[in-house]
C-alpha cells in the first residue's frame, strides 16, 4: 500500500487564537435552526460551500455551545415551504421553532448559508429559498423582516441570528437576477426587533466571498475562529474566556475584511444589531494567563489509526499516529484505561473527513481542534492538554 505524506512531525499547530477545546457543559434546551442552501433551480448559481458552512457550524453548535443534537433542525437546499414550516409566515409565527422552544429557558441559535436577494420591487431583503426564482422574490423569496418578527414572537431566553448571505443580488459565482442590474438594487434597511442580535456576512451592496482554501464563505470561516477563541485575545477581547457580540464585531472587521480587500480587491464588512456586551461563546476552559512552565509536557502515544476516508470514488486511506499531551504522569494511568473510547471517538471522526479537509494549514488546525474536543470528552476526568500529529499519510 503506497501512501504519500500530508505533513509529518506536525508539532501543535496552534494559531494565535488557539485555546482548549473541551467539550462545553451541556446547554439541555438550547435549540439551534441550521440551513445550508446550496443547489437551486436550474440557473441559478450554487453556494458551494454552503454545506460545508452548515456542517461546521452544526460541529460548534454541539461541540462548542453544548446544544444536544436532537435539539437541531438541520435543513439542506430548504424550499420556501420548509422554511415557512420552520419559521411560520407573516400571518403565524408558530412554526417549528417555537413549538421547540421552551419559554424562558431556551437560547435559539439560527444560522443560514446560502443566497439572498433584494426584491426587484420593493428593495426588501430575502432569503432564496432553492426552489424560488430570484427575478420573483417578493413572490417566492422568505422575506428578512418576517424571519426576524417571528423569531422576536418566539418566548426564547435568547436569539441570535447569523448570515452568511448578502442582500446585493450579487455572488461569486454571478448575479443572480436576469436581464437586471443588480447594482442598481439597493437593499432597503433593515429593522432589527431588539430582542434579536443578528450579524450578516455583509453590508448593503457588498458581495459575501468565499474562502476557497477553507472551503468555507469568508463570513462563516473567520466567525468560527474568532467564536473559538481568536475574538476574545488581544488585541480584539479581554481574554476572559467570554467572546462577546463586541469581540466578534471588531475580530471580523479586522480580519475577514482585511482578507476580502486583500485576495479578492473588494469590501466586505460584517454587520451586527445587538448589545455588544452579549457573550456569544463560553470558552473552554478560558483563555489561558501566561504563567511560569511548572513541569516538563508529559506526551502520550496513540496506537497507529488507519481508516477510510469520505470519497465517492476511489477509497482513500489516512494512516496517522498521534500523541496527547497531559500535565501528569498519573494521567497516562488513566488514558490506558480509557483507549478502547478514545480510539473509537477518533476514528468515527477520521471516517467522516474528505481528503479536502486535510489541505493546508486550516484543515490541520481544524481537525487538531476537533480530536481535541473529542479526546477530553472520552478521557474524562484526565484533561488533555494538546494534541500533537506525529505522522499523517494519505493513499
Same mark, same amino acid.
Given at each position: 500500500?503506497?501512501? /504519500? ?19 462545553? $457543559? ?37 461541540? !462548542? ?12 437546499? =430548504? ?23 421552551? =419559554?424562558? !429557558? ?7 448559508? @446560502? ?10 431583503? /430575502? ?10 422574490? $417578493?413572490?417566492?423569496? /422568505? ?29 461569486? @459565482? ?40 477553507? !472551503? ?24 476572559? @474566556? ?87 504522569? %498519573? ?21 467522516? %473527513? ?9 484543515? %490541520? ?31
Amino acid at each position: 500500500m503506497h501512501f /504519500y505524506r500530508v505533513a509529518i512531525a506536525v508539532l501543535c499547530l496552534a494559531a494565535p487564537w488557539a485555546v482548549g477545546c473541551a467539550l462545553a $457543559e451541556e446547554n439541555r434546551d438550547g435549540i439551534a435552526v441550521i440551513i445550508g442552501n446550496k443547489t437551486y433551480r436550474k440557473g441559478v448559481p450554487a453556494v458551494e460551500f454552503a454545506h460545508n458552512d452548515a456542517a461546521a457550524i452544526k460541529r460548534h453548535v454541539v461541540e !462548542r455551545l453544548g446544544f444536544r443534537a436532537g435539539n437541531i433542525i438541520d435543513l439542506r437546499d =430548504a424550499g420556501k415551504s420548509e422554511l415557512e414550516a420552520v419559521f411560520g409566515n407573516r400571518d403565524n409565527h408558530q412554526g417549528k421553532a417555537f413549538q421547540w422552544v421552551r =419559554a424562558g !429557558r431556551s437560547d435559539l441559535l439560527v444560522y443560514y448559508s @446560502g443566497h439572498g436577494v433584494p426584491g426587484q420591487k420593493d428593495g426588501r431583503g /430575502y432569503l432564496l429559498p432553492s426552489d424560488a426564482d430570484p427575478d420573483t422574490a $417578493e413572490l417566492n423569496g /422568505y422575506p428578512l423582516d418576517v424571519l426576524l418578527a417571528n423569531l422576536a414572537s418566539i418566548p426564547a431566553r435568547s436569539v441570535t441570528v447569523f448570515l452568511d448571505a448578502c442582500f446585493s443580488g450579487l455572488t461569486p @459565482g454571478g448575479a443572480l437576477a436576469r436581464n437586471v442590474s443588480s447594482i442598481g438594487v439597493r437593499p432597503a434597511p433593515l429593522k432589527v426587533p431588539d430582542r434579536v442580535t443578528v450579524v450578516t456576512a455583509a453590508t448593503g451592496q457588498q458581495m459575501a466571498s468565499w474562502d476557497l482554501e477553507a !472551503r468555507h464563505g469568508l463570513f462563516t470561516a473567520y466567525l468560527l475562529k474568532g467564536l473559538g477563541g481568536a475574538a476574545d485575545a488581544d488585541p480584539y477581547g479581554n481574554g476572559d @474566556g467570554k467572546v462577546t457580540l463586541g469581540e466578534i464585531k471588531a475580530f471580523l472587521d479586522d480580519e475577514m475584511t482585511y482578507r476580502a480587500r486583500r485576495q479578492y480587491t473588494r469590501e466586505q464588512t460584517a454587520e451586527i444589531s445587538g448589545d455588544t456586551g452579549q457573550v456569544l461563546a463560553l470558552l473552554s476552559p478560558p483563555m489561558p494567563v501566561a504563567e511560569p512552565a511548572v513541569g516538563p509536557s508529559i506526551f502520550y502515544d496513540l496506537p497507529e489509526m488507519l481508516v477510510n476516508l469520505n470519497s465517492s470514488g476511489k477509497q482513500t486511506f489516512l494512516k496517522i499516529r498521534v500523541a496527547l499531551e497531559v500535565g501528569d504522569a %498519573l494521567d497516562i494511568t488513566r488514558l490506558e484505561q480509557k483507549m478502547p473510547a478514545l480510539v473509537d471517538s477518533f476514528q468515527v471522526h477520521l471516517r467522516a %473527513l474528505r481528503i479536502e479537509d486535510l489541505q493546508g494549514a486550516s484543515g %490541520l488546525y481544524r481537525l487538531r481542534e476537533q480530536l481535541l474536543a473529542r479526546a477530553n470528552n472520552a478521557a474524562k476526568p484526565v484533561k488533555v492538554q494538546d494534541v500533537l500529529f506525529k505522522e499523517m499519510l494519505v493513499q
